[in-house]
């Protein structure tokens, strides 16, 4: 069955770097895109943008340009999201989300992970 | 803000229907998507492409879209499916970039 396994919590200061993987199984990682969406506490979900997973061409979303990185380890079937200059309202849970065949649509979720950004 | 509107909370009775709107000008050219998030956990797809459901979803679950606004149905509600619904579509600029509704905290009690 498809599972997307995400990286623990962490915990860092403003400034800071931070990565978090997302290893898939189940199926041809190559064969499907991962999306990455965040949800800071208390809030909606935020579509960050998504990767293609046999380019490693990645999208970004208005307002995660820049300090957000997505990357691919296609020998590991690992998704990467990395943020540089960790600012305390980055402090989120961040989800990968295979990108399903239907207009790239989230199918099949990670568990998140959760980062705090706090002095 | 979000391009995509939903009410803030809906509010049923057990076994009777709850009805959770999302609006948007993406819909009425792009497919919804539904998503239950229950507390604490990852979110959850229930419905596809307006109203296809996925293999675990229950029969009481559907979907509709018209014009610029989709409806997420559930029929019979349960106190199991409490939680928060977000819509999600596409831009119809046709670079595929996704989008969330606000989210709609559903209460059966």
């Known amino acids: 069955q498809v599972q997307l396994v995400q990286s623990g919590s962490e915990l860092k200061k403003p400034g800071a770097s931070v990565k978090v993987s997302c290893k898939a199984s189940g199926y041809t990682f190559t064969n499907y895109a991962m999306n990455w969406v965040r949800q800071a506490p208390g809030q909606g979900l935020d579509w960050m943008g998504w990767i293609n997973t046999n380019t490693g061409n990645p999208t970004y979303a208005q307002g995660f340009t820049g300090r957000f990185v997505f990357s691919l380890d296609t020998s590991v079937s690992t998704a990467y999201l990395q943020i540089s200059s960790l600012k305390a309202d980055d402090t989120a849970v961040y989800y990968c989300a295979r990108r399903g065949y239907s207009y790239g649509a989230p199918d099949y979720w990670g568990q998140g992970t959760l980062v705090t950004v706090s002095s | ?109």
Request: proline fraction near 6%; aromatic fraction near 10%.
């Open chain 2, 1 to 109: 803000s979000y391009e995509l509107t939903q009410p803030p909370s809906v509010s049923v009775s057990p076994g009777q229907t709850a009805r959770i709107t999302c609006s948007g000008d993406a819909l009425t050219k792009k497919y919804a998507y539904w998503y239950q998030q229950k507390s604490g956990q990852a979110p959850v797809r229930v419905i596809y492409e307006d109203n296809k459901r996925p293999s675990g979803t229950p029969e009481r679950f559907s979907g509709s879209r018209s014009g610029t606004m989709a409806t997420l149905i559930i029929s019979g509600a349960q106190v199991d499916d409490e939680g928060d619904y977000y819509c999600y579509s596409v831009a119809s600029t046709g670079d595929r970039r996704g989008m969330f509704g606000g989210g709609t905290k559903l209460t059966v009690l």
